[in-house]
Each structure stands twice: as structure tokens, then as C-alpha cells.
């Protein structure tokens, strides 16, 4: 690292707003610049304590009064610190379960709700989760007669990379995508999509697990009718951490919840046998949540609602653009491809390079560079800029690594076989 | 409490091989009479450090690579100590999303595959939880054609409560019980009802949650084709802790899971659009797992696995004998009645005494008695006997404290208003 450019780093997160949240998070005693908190997000301080005394105090000391004293209203609780991250009202974002649970339960809704309409089919396309997919799949083995069609996109994706409206016709019940698509970061216009969805009669659920957290959402402003995302990414929940989902409050008493439940029942203790759905949000719930990983989501948001999602975009387009700059200047004459989108309407907050040695060079990275990306099939090293406790000394840093694994061909010595992490 | 009995009490407790267990369980500084383990079972010492230690080193350090290290196996690790309390084999049991999730997921499962032999009927009793109810209710909603029967049962809970044979057809899909049920402890003969359902040509789906850990279980042996069940009432997983799903080997590749995700996809890493099912238990699972909730569940496993289901289901019937023996002696001639099976049999690990004053009773026994059952319509205070951490006294001074709210009219200054915990 050249000593003016190491100066010029230093100046940036010496004036970056959000560098004093950087201690906020665990980081053990490792230097280890961590790019994938995209995929999982680091453990904030808070949040140690935090589970500390949901173990012991609450659970241990309150038992089953736990649940009058604290846990009742958890799930909503979390919900409501989320709906201000999205652009959503109170009352309109609960947690449970897990994202693929929560987008099969609100596209089934959406599917039995649209099928009285004669409208049978699902959109998708192929920048989406596969997991997504296959619940669509798994939708359309339930509803005779449907099906999901998966929309192709162009490869050059810093503009808009399909025209799905041609896609949507009177029969399409349901258009779904990823928010921001979790390769590339490509990242959708959410108010012009969900326009096309609703011209052609059709509802529109969006994936938020790779915007949540990342950049600004607004789904009140977009009009968006459904929407679940994740809480282990940028919101730092914790592995696994429990999802989110969001049902539009004049959808909420029209879609039914197939996956009815005892949270779901309107006077849940009186236990009768008959099914009555609650009238909020809790109607799209199932069972009883699991308290100890909804608990360790709500630490993390706060630090959120604290510093506010423009700061935190504002944050991440320099990291990435940092990123992109050191790219053009030291990666791309040595066999990269930039496969994300320069342009900042379309950019999530990570970034995938492309090189045919990706696998091996990621497994340098980690090795040996004590930089940790992510690899995404078939060639692409994916790295998570996460704003709250990414400095501009980190992205600069993991350039120079990344530029030395290839120039001095540190990654030869690693197999070219990927291999499956079971 | 007169000084001869307490002197017996205590002799059964010195003579209790199970009573070292108690310690094992955390107690703080209260000298409380628990007796609603089995609806959130106690917070096992262990647990606070292994919470502590998957937080800080697990999270914390490890990051994403946690994964590889620890996670990617870790449903089907618990799964398998689960299997050994239940009767089942290594691969067939797995810690996935809540019970009712997995309830809907199963029986969905079973309905689609049996529609086939046209077969629509879902077979059920008024004994089962409301919410079991609630899932078939919604299951019958997306399966065109198909229908709920709530077999009625016998109000005398002490021999067999139903004749579920006359309600098996060659319409029906599917008989789903509760194997103990939720308010009487009444628990049926397994491999009886099990055989019935397989003579109609229907496939049984037993619900395990309050006779996993309270009593042994052999899904072997009774050759029961589904079950599903929950880890945090005797299994002292957490509040909400995740539940798990059994399918029989021989039906794993048989049915299909309606609730396809990633972590039921074959190759995980490949991220291919197209779904290919895994081979394994971890077909019937769907999105990323709570991590820290499914940890949590492990070192009160290796507790139950030490002790043994035998003794566990001999310390058990030692505590309900002495509650019933106490229940004839002073509280029969109080108003109380027996709501739970004299015959071991039938008797699951909790007792119900119904009192026409029973809400204000127990609001009694709570407030100022420091004892703590449950209350379940219409009238019941249900008690839990968790034989790890319950011991002979607890029994015998609850017993006297219920005597004296009854006696001294304690509970005529509670509210008759029964209150909604939201």
C-alpha cells in the first residue's frame, strides 16, 4: 500500500460520519477485513449482553411468565423497527420464520387470491434467489393449472436488464423478484416495476433480503403489495436470524394465510377448535416464534434506526464506488470482469467480480490474505460492503490483495475443485 | 405441611435417582414451584454457556465460515439425538421451523401424495391441539375436494376415549392425533392407533410435543409413517425453540415436501434454477435455520440422553401417583376434579384439575402461593411434572398450597375476568 494512498483512505474514514459505529461490532482480536456481511452480518456488541439476559433473565428467571412480561408482542415489536428501514406503516411488518416460509405463504395467498380471478400464473426471472424459485415451484405442484415463468435478463446490467412488462399479460397473478438480485447487486426501481405489475392486474412481491439494511426502500411510495426479506444479512440478526414479511394494510384482510396457526388465531387462549384469524398482521404468522434468534435481531436494529438509511447509502456508494475506482485502476488488466452495475440507480450495496480463476483466487483471499468475499457460481467473487463497519482503509486494502493473489499467482496452489459445503 | 410427610417426601427425593439432575437446571435465586415445564421447560445450565460461546466464538469470530464449521449439519445433528428419544433411526428426524410448520408440511405432504389414491379425507379428534386443527383447516382450503373430520371423544379420560377405527374409511388420507393430548395428558396407545390407521389404508401423523421428553416413544416399533413434535416444553429448548419433524425412511422419497427452499435442494452450491430434491431427512426442511435457537436445544438433549427414557418415565409416574394419592386424599372433597388418566397407560407427564373456580385459583396459586401451573379452558389448572427437575416435595407442597387457596378462599380476591396475554 502505497503511504500517500493509505493517507487518502485514512482521511476518508477519518471524515466518514459513520466510522465511530465500527466499534459498535464484535471483532475479536482478528484484522480480518470482512467482506461478507452480506451474507451474514457481523455481531454487535449490544447484542451479546443483550442475548445474555433474553437467556437468563427471561428466560431463566420469568419462565413461562416470559411470554406476558415479554415475548407476546415481540414479533411485531421487531416488525415495527423494520417497517421504518422499508418504508412501511406500523402494523404492516411482522417477523417469523424464515424468508423462503414467508414467500411461500404470501405468494400462495397471492395465488389463492388471484385464482379466483382466473390468474394462474407466477413471475420471476433469473436473477432471482434460486430458493425463491424453487417455492414458486413448489406453489405451482399445489395449484392445478399454474405455473411460473422465468424471465431471461441482458448480461449488461448497468441498465435496466429485462422489459418484463412484455412479460405480464391477464393471466399473470403474481410478478416476484429480488429487490436487489444477490450476484450481481443488481438492484430493481421498485416504484416503476410494481407500476407495470399493477397495470396488468397483477400483484408483486419483492425479495428484500439483499436491500433490507443496504439501501434506502420505500415500499408505501412504490405501492408494493407484498414484500418478506432477511435479518441475517446487512440487519445483522444473527445466523439464520428469523425473517420478515410485509403485507399491504388493505391487502391484509383480502389474502387468507394457508399456513394457519396457533399466533395466527384472532383470541388465540381461548383455544377453541375453530379457526378465526387475527385482523393485524399476526394473521400471516403460523407458530409459536422462536424468541432467543427474533430477540438477537433487535440490538442491530437500532443502531440502524439510529444512524438512518440515507446516511448508510450515502456511506455504501462510497465504499463502492471506491471499490469500482480501484477496479478500472488495478483489476480489470488482469483478467476481471465487473460484474455489477456501475451506474448508482442500479447498485446494492456488494459487488461481484468475474475471473475464470474465481474459485481459487477466493480461496487465496481467505487463506491466506485474511479477507474473507463470498464465491457465487459460476466464477465470481462477491464482495458485501456493509457500511456500519466497512472503512475505506478495508476496500482499499482488499484491492491491493486481491491485485497481489493474481500478480504473484498465490491462488495456483489451491484446487480447482469446489467444493460443497455440507 | 406436617412434619411426618415432609420427612417422606424428602426420603423419596434422597432416594430419587434423577434428583442429582436438578442442579443441572438453572433456579436463580427463587424458590418457586415450577410446574409448567412442560409448556416452557427450564433453562438448562449448560445452556447459558453454549449460548454464550455460539454467540461470541461461533458468530462472533467465525463469521460466515461458521457455517463449514458448525452449521451446515446441525438440524440433522440435533435431529439425530431427537431420534434416539423417540424410537427413530439416525436420517430420519430433523430440527426444522416451528411445530406447526412442520405439522402443515407434513400433512400437506401426505394429502398431495394420497390424493392420488383418492383419498381426501384428514382424520382428527377434539383432543388435539386447536392449532393442529387450525393447519388441516387451512390445508383443506387449498386441497380442492378434501375435508377435516373432528372425531368427537369420551368425556372419561381413564380407558379408551374414542373408537377412531369407525371413523377410518377408504376416503381417508391421513389420522393426525396428538399423542399426548394438551389438556388431559391422556396418551394414546401408538402402535394400536397406528395399526388402525394402516388397516383404513391411511397414512398417521402423531404429534409428539407433549410426549417427547415426558415419556419414551418408540416410532419404530409402533411403525407411525410422520410425526412431528416440539423442543421447548419437556425438551427445555427455549421459549418458541425450533421443532422437528420425523418422516419413516422407507416414505422419505415417497412424498414430496410442499415447501421446497434452498436447504431441501440437493447440490446447495450449485444454485441451480431447477429443483432437485435432496435425498435426505433435509428434503422435508426449506430456508436457512435459526441458529442460535436450534443450538440452544442441544445441551438439555444430551441431559435426556444421559438419563434415559425409562427413568425419566418412572420418576414420572412416581410424581403424578403421589399428585393423584394427594389429589384423593385433599383435594377431592374440595370441588377439584380429576381432568387426566388414573391408568398409567393412558397417563401422559401433566395432570389437569378442573375447580368451577379454577381461573381464580390458579391466578391464587401464582400471585401469592409461588407455585406455577397453567390454566387451559374451561376450567383446568394444568400441572407439568418434569421428572429432570421436579422433585417429590415440589408435588406434595403444591398439592397443600392449592388445599389452602381453596380452604382459606385465597383466590375470591382474583378477578373471575379471564385475561387475554397479548
Redo the contacts between chains.
Sequence with gaps: MSETNTNVMHTLDSEDPLNRYRDLF?H?N?D?I?L?GN??G??PRA??NH??SI??D????D??????KH???LQSKVGNKIAKLIGADEGEVIVA?????NL?RLA?AAM?YQKQHHRTRIVTD?LN???D???F???T????GSRVD?IPSADNISGPVNDLSKALDDHTALLSLSHTVFKSGYTYDMTEITAQAHDAGALILWDLSHSVGALPVDLKKSRADLAVGCC?KYLNG??????FLYVRKELQQKL??????????N???????E?DPAATIRRFT?????????S?IEPSLDIFLEVGMDAIRKKSLGLTDLFIGLFDQHLAQLGFELNSPRKHKYRGSHISVGHEEGWRINQSLIQEMNV?P?F??PNNIRFGFTPLYTSYVDVYTAVMRLRQVVTEKLYEKYSEE?S???
Excluded: C, H
Aim: charged residues 15%; proline residues 7%.
Design positions: 464484535f475479536g482478528s480480518l470482512y461478507d451474507s451474514l457481523r455481531l447484542t451479546m442475548m445474555r437467556v437468563a427471561q428466560w431463566g428467571d419462565l413461562i411468565r416470559g411470554w406476558g415475548w407476546m408482542g420464520d424464515s424468508t423462503t416460509i411461500y400462495l389463492l433469473n434467489f434460486p430458493s424459485v424453487y417455492v415451484e413448489g406453489i405442484d399445489i395449484i392445478k422465468i441475517y444473527g445466523p439464520g436470524a428469523p425473517a387468507s394465510n394457508p399456513t394457519t396457526g396457533w399466533f395466527s388465531q383470541k388465540m387462549f381461548e383455544m377453541e377448535l379457526y403460523s407458530g409459536t416464534p422462536p424468541v432467543l434468534a427474533v438477537a474473507l463470498d457465487r457460481p469446489k460443497e459445503v455440507t
